[in-house]
């Protein structure tokens, strides 16, 4: 999730809200009805990962939004288990995931996400990634051609310029304190170094400011069967969207109506038929 420069504040509900924060808040027996199943831990390149697995069949991975964690895709998981062995990783830094020195880059979480597909003996899989998970798929897709098959992106870029003007300026003055007394609550509350806030959000934000950078060379050599998705108003401009999906050889488009850079939050329903379409044929 990257905050817009417009509405920062609503941008930081909105993820939040993806993220778990209103089940916390829900009274317990809501919680314990939507409680996701115990949670596993891999050591992968330095860190200790955080993952769920939930259904049978093919393998299909989730990788969240930037400064989130795998609860963002509460709304695909009951339709999507039905379908697919779903890996829900909460990427380096995030979530219920440590940190390691250096910095934090698409790369590297891809990387970490090839460990984590060892570790489990998957070979091949699927995966949907949502903004900084989009952006980490398509590092997969360039770099480890025979491990993905198909790859779905919810607002991904190729260059920080991908965003919309007013957010490319938030991104460039931001700090941790930007996001908001409920981002910091929500991150420390799950996370496993809870005095590591300022830290992390300083990687997230240099990241976004910096990255990705993927080449047209890089693109088109992707081979894997590709979505590319956002919404019809979202913080990726829809040229980038559209220069994204024309970059890729054969890969789809598809702008979801009436939703923002929350669609998977927005249009639950619409987006996950779609998905699940794409991904069974």
């Known amino acids: 999730m990257r905050a817009p420069g417009r509405a920062a504040s609503a941008a930081i509900a909105l993820a939040w809200a993806l993220a778990g924060a209103s089940l916390a808040a829900a009274p317990p027996a809501a919680a314990a009805l939507h409680a996701a199943p115990p949670g596993r831990y891999a050591e992968v390149n330095g860190i200790r990962m955080y993952y769920e697995v939930r259904g049978s069949g093919p393998v299909l991975v989730l990788l969240h939004g930037g400064a989130g964690n795998g609860m963002q895709f509460n709304r695909q998981v009951p339709a999507f ?16 995931s440590t940190d390691r020195p250096g910095p934090l880059t698409y790369h590297a979480m891809a990387e970490d996400v090839i460990a984590l597909m060892n570790v489990l003996s998957v070979k091949r899989f699927d995966l949907m990634g949502w903004s900084d998970g989009g952006d980490t798929g398509l590092d997969l897709a360039i770099h480890h051609k025979d491990r993905l098959r198909r790859l779905v992106t919810f607002g991904a870029n190729f260059s920080p310029s991908g965003l ?6 938030w991104n460039d003055t931001a700090t941790a304190a930007a996001f908001g007394d409920g981002m910091r609550e929500g991150w420390t509350r799950l996370s496993p170094e809870p005095d590591h806030y300022e830290a992390a959000m300083q990687k997230i934000l240099v990241m976004w400011r910096t990255l990705p950078r993927f080449t047209a060379a890089e693109l088109h050599s992707i081979q894997a069967r590709v979505l590319v998705c956002a919404g019809d108003h979202d913080l990726i401009r829809r040229e980038h969207t559209e220069a994204l999906a024309r970059a890729i050889p054969g890969a789809q488009v598809w702008f979801v109506p009436g939703a923002s850079h929350g669609a998977m939050l927005e249009k639950p329903d619409e987006v996950n038929a779609r998905v699940i379409e794409f991904l069974s044929h």
Do not use: T
């Open 81 to 96: 288990e039905m379908h697919f062995r779903l890996i829900v990783p909460d990427m380096c830094a995030q979530g219920r």
């Open 164 to 169: 919309n003007p007013a957010d490319v300026a």
